[in-house]
């Protein structure tokens, strides 16, 4: 896949790993574009680009940003009507303790709303980046799960074959709705992971017979 990437904290410098790996083509930017470009020397199918330019040919775009920085990093994009948008945020409280979003509507939600046109998908959101950095094999040869919810089949799909091809076990979620729902298991993964003192080598999973 032609993939843009914005973001090149922990998740987007673990996406690019893991991208680069699977032999997608991204093109990464971010608010630091000396940052981008660093983090794109080391790998050979990513380049890092300015915002205005990073959209290119790219089918789908993949924002690793905050919640809060998530609407005005994808329109310094440009025009994305009918990209396929993977939403990967969750809208945490200050102390990563809470949800900002939740019951009534989603992070995810609340981004299609405000760019109208776009195939908007939640997914990736309930893993740590260590997780995405390590890879999808857990203890025992568990694979972890990356779950992906939205209104678009398409953007669905696509979603779960990006998941597939980095190794995951990809969860078809539903609509968009249930967003609502994956937002609060990350969360739940969060507090485990800090709160409980569980470590970031953890992710929830869905076992079936």
């Known amino acids: 896949m032609h993939i843009t990437l914005i973001g090149t904290g922990n998740m ?8 680069d790996r699977a032999g997608h083509q991204v093109r990464i930017t971010g608010r630091d574009l000396a940052k981008a470009q660093a983090l ?3 790998f050979p199918h990513v380049e890092a680009y300015p915002a205005a330019q990073a959209l290119g040919d790219s089918e789908v775009v993949i924002v690793a940003t905050a919640y809060p920085d998530a609407v005005g990093a994808l329109r310094s994009l440009g025009d994305l009507r009918g990209k396929v948008v993977i939403d990967i945020t969750n809208p945490l409280t200050a102390d990563y303790m ?4 939740g019951h009534s509507s989603s992070a995810a939600e609340e981004i299609a709303k405000a760019l109208p046109g776009i195939e908007l998908v939640k997914a990736f959101n309930t893993l740590f980046a260590q997780v995405l950095a390590d890879g999808p094999l857990f203890a025992g040869g568990q694979r972890g799960s990356v779950f992906a919810a939205s209104d678009s089949e398409r953007a669905r799909q696509t979603a779960l074959a ?3 091809s980095l190794g995951f076990e990809g969860v ?8 609502r729902y994956l937002e609060p298991l990350a969360g739940l993964n969060i507090y485990l992971g800090y709160g409980a003192g569980l470590g970031t080598s953890i992710a929830p999973t869905w076992i079936h017979k």
């Open 172 to 179: 078809d979620a539903g609509g968009l709705v249930n967003a």
């Open 98 to 101: 809470g949800l900002t979003v």
């Open 12 to 19: 987007g410098a673990a996406f690019a790993r893991q991208l």
């Open 40 to 42: 794109a020397e080391q």
């Open 162 to 164: 990006l998941a597939r």
